[in-house]
């Protein structure tokens, strides 16, 4: 929270002069989305695949001012969409100076700051806090308690010598600390029963109880959660009272195009090295293949997290390797593909009739997801030349632990490699080797060239 400046209003009396208006928290962001809306702009940067399904229902629910909760399975983005809504709130909003539940000038609430507007007048100090500061986040866990949510009694507060029924004795919980705010609870359906009946008069009488006593506060909060479908978690549910006082309840979904999937990767994903656009494909295809996949627990989905970390792989690969055999500008290249499954099976759950097959299936998906990249990238380009020269010459190897340059070295001078470069936007030597690799792989899968893997991890195409 930052104090008054020279172009705030410093007191509620100086607020009032200037022609502030006191909103809600849900008109406040209704407004703000309204004009969003009116003027082009899109308040949802960062979010991919969501603009003409998730977002448009949300909105609504925004502008109804309703709760909301968001179900989905794992990595669908529910956190990522919540935490944009500070975003619809307006960037500075005044608050009373030092009170705790940062209440509006205009409007005390608690006990203490209903005292100093009294006694002050037009003279109460106002402070300024920024949009940030009105977002708080609870990931909903089984040791989750009321206070923690709501509120205890304060036992510092007692020794001091006030009373146990005054409320001055509560120390407030998340949910009133962020009056005037925004409160998200990831994975509601973790908290306990008990406690989410805590909740209750929060979202529809907005007061607040706490052991024997209730306090009459207004607050002004708006309440959004995330949660697992209830068919895929035996964690918990949420209770029938509670959903029933969410407005809006709205299904996410993962990225339902490539593009999109790409997309995701690209934004997501922290690289080390250059990978390829055709290899962030190939790991888009991947994903979506697993996900389509009867093999795999759907209940359980294949999170978006799945791909990011696939990406990150594949690059730490490259790097290895760069390392290892002193490679300046690695590059991944398809070899670097194999590691995904090797590091990161254990990010899938598979039905329980496929055990012991769970990497004949994660490396028969993976060929087709390369397949159809190659098809896709590489369609239309005469290899006949290129076959020929691997068929009647010497095998070409390659594998983790052959440069760049030692790839390029042992393919035959053609103008079809060159033609595969281009198309797939390969300029260094790195990126010529991954694109000749990529082209070699394609082949392979077309069952035009054999492949030999050695038992010092190379591999042979002949």
């Known amino acids: 929270m930052v104090t008054a400046t020279q172009d705030r209003p410093a007191t509620v009396g100086e607020l009032r002069a200037s022609g502030h208006r006191q909103l809600s928290v849900k008109q406040e962001i209704r407004e703000n989305l309204l004009a969003a809306l009116r003027d082009g ?54 608050v009373i100076e030092g009170s705790e539940l940062g209440e509006h000038p205009y ?9 100093r507007a009294a006694e002050l007048g037009d ?43 005054d409320p001055e004795t ?11 705010g925004i409160v998200a609870i990831n994975e509601l359906p973790d908290l306990a029963e008990r406690i989410q009946v805590s909740l209750l008069n929060v979202m529809e009488e907005r007061d607040i109880q706490v052991r024997g006593y209730t306090l009459r506060l207004d607050l002004d909060v708006l309440l959004v959660a995330s949660a697992n ?25 993962y990225p339902l195009i490539l593009d999109h999937e790409i997309a995701v990767i690209r934004q997501e994903s922290h690289l080390d090295a250059t990978v390829p656009d055709y290899l962030l494909e190939v790991l888009a295809r991947f994903t979506q293949l697993l996900r389509e996949s009867t093999s795999v627990d759907q209940r359980s989905g294949v999170s978006a997290r799945f ?49 012991g097959r769970e990497i004949e299936v994660l490396e028969h998906l993976l060929r087709r997801a390369t397949a159809d990249t190659a098809r896709e990238r590489l369609g239309g380009i005469d290899f006949a030349p290129l076959v020929a020269a691997v068929d009647q010459g010497d ?8 440069t760049a340059k030692a790839l390029l070295a042992e393919l035959p001078e053609l103008a079809v490699l060159d033609e595969v470069a281009k198309r797939l936007g390969a300029n260094s030597d790195g990126e010529r080797a991954a694109a000749a690799e990529m082209a070699l792989e394609g ?19 002949g």
Request: proline share 6%; no cysteine.
């Open 307 to 355: 791909a990011i970390a696939a990406s990150e792989t594949v690059a730490a690969s490259a790097v290895h390797r760069g390392a290892i055999l002193s490679e300046a500008e690695p590059v991944a290249r398809p070899v670097d593909l194999g590691t995904v499954i090797e590091v990161l099976r254990g990010k899938i759950e598979f039905e329980s009739g496929e055990e």
């Open 123 to 165: 003279d109460l100090p106002v402070a300024w806090r920024h949009r940030s500061e009105r977002y708080a986040e609870k990931l909903a866990t089984p040791d989750t308690s009321v206070a923690d949510l709501i509120g205890d009694v304060d036992p510092v507060k007692v020794a001091e010598g006030r009373s146990l029924g």
């Open 443 to 461: 082949l392979y899968l077309a069952r035009r060239i054999s492949k030999v893997a050695g038992d010092d991890g190379q591999l042979v195409y």
């Open 41 to 94: 702009r899109d308040p949802w940067q960062g979010i991919v695949g969501f603009e003409d399904t998730v977002i448009p229902q949300l909105e609504r629910a925004l502008i109804a001012g309703h709760d909301v909760v968001l179900l989905g399975e794992r990595g669908q983005g529910k956190t990522r969409l919540l935490r944009t809504l500070s975003v619809l709130l307006d960037e500075w909003t005044p």
């Open 229 to 253: 479908p209830e068919d895929y978690t035996n964690r918990g549910r949420i209770i029938t009272p509670l959903k029933d006082r969410f407005g809006a309840e709205i299904r996410t979904h």
């Open 107 to 115: 409007e005390p609430i608690s006990p203490a700051s209903v005292r």
């Open 170 to 180: 509560i120390h407030f919980g998340l949910v009133p600390r962020m009056h005037r």
């Open 395 to 402: 095998p070409v190897i390659t594998g983790e632990r052959i």
